[in-house]
């Protein structure tokens, strides 16, 4: 079996919603529109979560890669 490449991961991902845990300790859930080589993304109908609670409703949003620590699957 092949081992899996990160992007080939992520783009089956692609329109699931995610978790990404960012840098500065916030979590974003949303769906996983697009992404490029840089691990930029983009999530659809996203919400920051705090301790598990949702805090805010974002909308579509843009993430920058250096910020990501984890993407998964919701």
Known sequence: MENP????TLNKARNQ??????K???????KL?????HINVVL?????RVDGEIT???GTIFIRG???II???E
């Open 5 to 8: 490449r990160p992007l080939d």
């Open 33 to 37: 529109k697009a992404f490029d080589i």
């Open 56 to 58: 805010r409703k974002l």
């Open 44 to 48: 659809e109908d996203a919400e920051e």
């Open 17 to 22: 919603r995610v978790i990404v845990d960012l």
């Open 24 to 30: 500065n300790r916030k979590q974003l859930v949303g």
């Open 71 to 73: 993407i998964s699957l």
């Open 66 to 68: 250096d910020t990501i």
